[in-house]
């Protein structure tokens, strides 16, 4: 099992950037495929970006592509999303999800593809 705790929400003006981080707890990140979705007020939970195992691979919402990037750093057993030119459609709160994949380098855009989900940071952007 791995828990996971995002951090890095907060308050950005339109146009600004944050970068959210999610610590991730247990022995084994490095077989663990990552995810970064988001839920705004009223609205589904939504898929934002995807890392495969390795790092490798990787897969955007189309609204986000280009604006922001995942990463990863299995020696601090942490994934990033940084997010740049944000705008208000950006308001959600994120949340990190991770999914135990040890012989595949593939990535995952789905909700139920992932077993482990974090508690969530809010993001707001200000126009």
């Known amino acids: 099992q791995v828990q996971l705790v995002e951090s890095g929400g907060g308050l950005v003006q339109a146009g600004g950037s944050l970068r959210l981080s999610c610590a991730a707890s247990?022995?084994?990140?490095?077989?663990?495929?990552l995810g970064w979705f988001r839920q705004a007020p009223g609205k589904e939970r939504e898929f934002v970006a995807a890392?495969?195992?390795?790092?490798?691979?990787?897969f955007y919402l189309d609204s986000v592509r280009g604006r922001f990037t995942i990463s990863r750093d299995d020696a601090k057993n942490t994934v990033y999303l940084q997010m740049n030119n944000m705008n208000s459609e950006d308001t959600a709160v994120y949340y990190c999800?991770?999914?135990?994949?040890?012989?595949?380098?593939?990535?995952?855009?789905?909700?139920?593809?992932?077993?482990?989900w974090g508690q969530g940071t809010q993001v707001t952007v200000s126009s």
């Open positions: 999800a991770a999914r135990n994949e040890p012989y595949s380098d593939s990535y995952y855009s789905q909700l139920g593809q992932y077993a482990y």
């Open positions: 247990g022995r084994t990140f490095s077989n663990y495929a």
């Open positions: 890392i495969s195992r390795s790092g490798g691979k990787a």
